[in-house]
């Protein structure tokens, strides 16, 4: 299972808000939503976030095995 919990980790030591990804850097409210609840994302979209908070996949995203 993909799990988004470095995402908002990464977030706050970067200093950026969903606001801001929102307002700012134009990642559509939707996105922000599904990664809430642990929804798809894009590769693109990933892309894009690991521009806007300049790193890896790894701070964005986490595989957990499924129990």
Known sequence: MITYEPFYKTMEEKGITEYNLIFKNGIPPGTI????HGGNITLKTLDTLCFILDCDVCDIIKYEKDK
């Open 33 to 36: 939503q599904r990664m809430r």
